[in-house]
């Protein structure tokens, strides 16, 4: 396992197109994130899944961003009608985690999409 | 809401220097808190969490409840040591172990 995967990691695209970002995480782990970090800024939380389940949703996440993971491995974040202020790195993160009583040791992060829409 | 603060977007220090980098929170309940670093070309990865209290390449951080603070320290930096630092804060009892980053902090030793 070489951990955590995303692709593709240079997207450019032109406003009103659709774009797919997939996310391969660390096998074992359950719970996959994706953030967004634009320049000078940190990473935001935009959702994330327990195995398929999608749990939690941001605000930041509006009705053109769909993410899936359907059985429970891969991920993929599609972003519909693309505008310039969607240009940004778009991270991948796995972690192991089954409640909020359970150790946590931090999430593995991918590389990255970055994601520039002219 | 929740909110991390790293006042100091850039902080340059010559090598053997001590270092502290800043990070406030904002959050009513017990948080955990984090250090990431992402080093040039590398992926954002955990470098030291609070209830560990470990020393990880030097680098220790505690949590001052009273002011809400977790800085980060080192008492002589190396040249090495050259990279992003972003502070994070997780909700107590946030079930699904999502994280609230401070905007980064941009480290340069000079030798």
């Known amino acids: 396992d070489t951990g955590v995967s995303q692709d593709p990691r240079h997207k450019i695209t032109k406003r009103g197109q659709n774009v797919t970002f997939r996310c391969d995480p660390i096998?074992?782990?359950?719970?996959l994130y994706w953030y967004r970090q634009t320049l000078g800024q940190g990473p935001e939380f935009l959702t994330y899944f327990q195995n398929e389940a999608q749990l939690e949703k941001s605000r930041l996440l509006s009705d053109r961003f769909s993410a899936e993971r359907p059985k429970g491995s891969f991920s993929t974040l599609e972003i519909q009608r693309t505008e310039q202020g969607d240009s940004a790195m778009y991270l991948c993160?796995?972690?192991?985690?089954?409640?909020?009583?359970?150790?946590?040791?931090?999430?593995?992060f991918g590389s990255g999409t970055r994601l520039t829409v002219v | 809401a929740q909110r991390v603060t790293q006042p100091e977007k850039l902080l340059s220090v010559f090598k053997g220097a001590p270092v502290e980098l800043k990070c406030n929170y904002s959050?009513?309940?017990?948080?955990?808190l984090f250090w990431y670093v992402q080093y040039s070309r590398q992926r954002l990865q955990l470098l030291l969490r609070h209830i560990s209290r470990e020393s990880i390449k030097g680098f220790t951080a505690d949590l001052n409840k009273g002011e809400t603070s977790f800085h980060l320290k080192k008492p002589f930096a190396q040249e090495e040591d050259s990279a992003m630092y972003y502070c994070?804060?997780?909700?107590?009892?946030?079930?699904?172990?999502?994280?609230?980053f401070g905007g980064g902090t941009r480290l340069m030793v000079k030798p």
């Open positions: 096998s074992e782990h359950n719970r």
């Open positions: 993160a796995s972690s192991l985690g089954w409640g909020s009583d359970s150790p946590w040791y931090g999430y593995t």
């Open positions: 994070a804060l997780r909700m107590n009892n946030n079930a699904g172990n999502m994280l609230t």
């Open positions: 959050y009513s309940g017990s948080p955990e």
